[in-house]
């Protein structure tokens, strides 16, 4: 089984910063593709954040947000600066990756991290 956990999350006022961290355990193997989603109140879950050959941003959170992944280590990041009140969402960590039954990668999601920004 492969498990994913997202840390991080909380309350944080308007233009204040958070740290958002994936942990894959389990029979994770190589991880090829790391994501970042959100899903607001009643809204669709969105991606934030691509991190495979090269990384990309949602353009909501261009210049704010950076993302990076360390497969040595089977984690990765978020990094959230200057966050603002649209930016509340629960956040979900999504790996494309094999595990040690499989060679094949698969899509596993992580339970999510909610991040409130508010003052």
């Known amino acids: 089984q492969v498990q994913l956990v997202e840390s991080g999350g909380g309350l944080v006022q308007p233009g204040g910063s958070l740290r958002l961290s994936c942990a894959a355990s389990g029979s994770i193997g190589h991880i090829y593709v790391m994501r970042w989603y959100r899903q607001a109140p009643g809204k669709q879950r969105d991606l934030v954040a691509h991190?495979?050959?090269?990384?990309t941003y949602a353009d909501s959170v261009k210049g704010r947000f950076t993302s990076a992944r360390y497969n040595a280590k089977n984690t990765g990041y978020l990094q959230m600066n200057n966050l603002k009140p649209e930016d509340t969402a629960v956040y979900y960590c999504?790996?494309?990756?094999?595990?040690?039954?499989?060679?094949?990668?698969?899509?596993?999601w992580g339970k999510g991290t909610l991040v409130t920004v508010s003052s």
């Open positions: 999504n790996v494309w990756a094999t595990s040690v039954q499989s060679s094949t990668p698969a899509q596993y």
């Open positions: 991190s495979g050959d090269s990384t």
